[in-house]
T-cell receptor, first 112, second 116 residues
Framework: EDQVTQSPEALRLQEGESSSLNCSYT??????LFWYRQDPGKGPEFLFT???AGEEKEKERLKATLTKKESFLHITAPKPEDSATYLC?????????????FGKGTLLTVNP | DTEVTQTPKHLVMGMTNKKSLKCEQH?????MYWYKQKAKKPPELMFV???????INESVPSRFSPECPNSSLLNLHLHALQPEDSALYLC???????????????FGQGTRLTVV
């Protein structure tokens, strides 16, 4: 069974204090790993797709990296508006597998 | 346009009511999804349509009935729901090729459903 574990569950940072969120996964043949941002009461906002170990993607203050066992979401010099829950999800390979397996998320709070 | 539009945004319904949730996307995606999300939990997959055909039903109770009238629209018909069905219902879409998903799924803003 595919599993995704995110850590920490919650992270509180001061504005400008860089840090990383972790997503560990076990999956039978990775088709893709996805990072989403979710604000309270809203749908997840797509951030990144990573397909293979060694791949990196960047967007503004966010950088996602992927190894064979985990992914990191690095947040550089965060601002209060980066406060949200960050979700990691994996999709197993093989056939017509559309299912995303989500982690429980990391609640990030950035204080001014 | 990278938007998935869901209506209504909020819905309150009684346990004997029949209502429908609607979802629309114009990204040319051929896979569409319904997810259910409870507070402080990750989204849980309910249904997947691939090329307008039901591809996955995650053992969802029959009081939830999905429908995909065309490649841009997805409905979720609700009947005789229970209070524990109250949740945020999310629609998503993704590219598909040869019957397999391609890339990430794009989510709508959800319908906040309250069953009283």
């Amino acid at each position: 069974e595919d599993q995704v574990t995110q850590s920490p569950e919650a992270l509180r940072l001061q504005e400008g204090e860089s840090s990383s969120l972790n997503c560990s996964y076990t999956v039978s043949g990775l088709r893709g790993l996805f990072w989403y941002r979710q604000d309270p009461g809203k749908g997840p906002e797509f951030l990144f797709t990573l397909y293979s170990a060694g791949e990196e993607k960047e967007k503004e203050r966010l950088k996602a990296t992927l190894t064979k066992k985990e992914s990191f979401l690095h947040i550089t010099a965060p601002k209060p508006e980066d406060s949200a829950t960050y979700l990691c999800a994996v999709q197993a390979g093989g056939g017509s597998n559309y299912k995303l397996t989500f982690g429980k998320g990391t609640l990030l709070t950035v204080n001014p | 346009d990278t938007e998935v539009t869901q209506t209504p945004k909020h819905l309150v319904m009684g346990m004997t009511n029949k209502k429908s949730l609607k979802c629309e996307q114009h990204m040319g995606h051929r896979a569409m999804y319904w997810y259910k999300q409870k507070a402080k939990k990750p989204p849980e997959l309910m249904f997947v349509y691939s090329y307008e055909k039901l591809s996955i039903n995650e053992s969802v109770p029959s009081r939830f009935s999905p429908e995909c009238p065309n490649s841009s629209l997805l409905n979720l018909h609700l009947h005789a729901l229970q209070p524990e069905d109250s949740a945020l219902y999310l629609c998503a879409s993704s590219q598909a090729s040869g019957g397999a998903p391609v890339g990430g799924a794009f989510f709508g803003q959800g319908t906040r459903l309250t069953v009283v």
